[in-house]
């Protein structure tokens, strides 16, 4: 093959490839003009909405870093399905003394241990309620079935030092038992507080109905009418 036939040969592939290339270069065009049509006429792939999406549950401390376990001067545990409950009050000298029971002090150990677990009691938000809301399914109606109640020293008030009351009414155990449903209420009157149903963590509520079943001794045997932890001051 002379250089000039082989010249000719490459030249002619050349012109093949090129009008090879040609039918698959049209569809290509073609494509592209269908899919800018169709972006124009329904807008962008769908992407999910960012305010349709299910935000991370909210996860809050009861205590916040301006208080201090000492600042816990009163407690009171009820348990609705035994009728069992304390009420805990501390004294000057800061140890632990029954407010329901006259001349009895609590174990200081169990009162001490009781302390702790409602200071470091966490909520998870679950779910908004209102009035039309079925707190039965929550095991909250018609009366939950343990309260948690404790008194918090309030600084700064315009009269001096003060209690903050705050009463935690909890229902029954989640489907996976890891957390009991619980939500705010009034101390006197028993009226739910705030907007949410929260979850509470099982392993603490159940500490403390443990303790009122075996180290507070002995027991009052009526559960009060309210929640209010603390006895009412002469």
Do not use: C
């Not at 301006?66 to 035994?82: A, K, P, Q, T």
């Not at 241990?113 to 966490?122: C, D, K, M, R, S």
């Amino acid at each position: 093959m002379d250089i000039e036939f082989f010249n000719v040969f490459v030249h002619m592939n050349q012109k093949r490839v090129r009008k090879s290339n040609l039918p698959y270069t049209v569809m290509l065009l073609l494509f592209a003009g269908v899919m800018v049509g169709l972006l124009i006429a329904n807008g962008p792939p769908f992407q999910p909405s960012t305010d349709r999406a299910t935000p991370a549950a909210s996860i809050r401390p009861i205590f916040g870093a301006e208080e201090s376990l000492d600042d816990i001067i009163g407690i009171r545990l009820v348990n609705r399905l035994s009728d069992e409950s304390i009420l805990l009050v501390r004294s000057p000298d800061n140890s632990w003394v029954r407010g329901d029971v006259a001349n009895t002090a609590p174990d200081p150990t169990a009162a001490e241990l009781a302390t702790e677990v409602i200071y470091n009691l966490w909520l998870t938000e679950l779910v908004k309620f209102d009035e039309t809301t079925d707190f039965s399914q929550y095991g909250l109606d018609p009366q939950p079935q343990f309260v948690v109640s404790f008194g918090v020293i309030a600084y700064n008030q315009s009269n001096g030092n003060e209690v903050k009351d705050t009463t935690l009414q909890i229902g029954s155990l989640n489907p996976t038992q890891t957390a009991y449903y619980a939500v705010f209420a009034d101390g006197i009157t028993n009226d739910r507080l705030g907007e949410w149903v929260y979850l509470i963590d099982t392993g603490s509520i159940n500490t403390l109905m443990y303790l009122l079943a075996t180290d507070f001794a002995p027991l009052d045997a009526t559960p009060p009418a309210d929640e209010s932890q603390m006895p009412p001051t002469s």
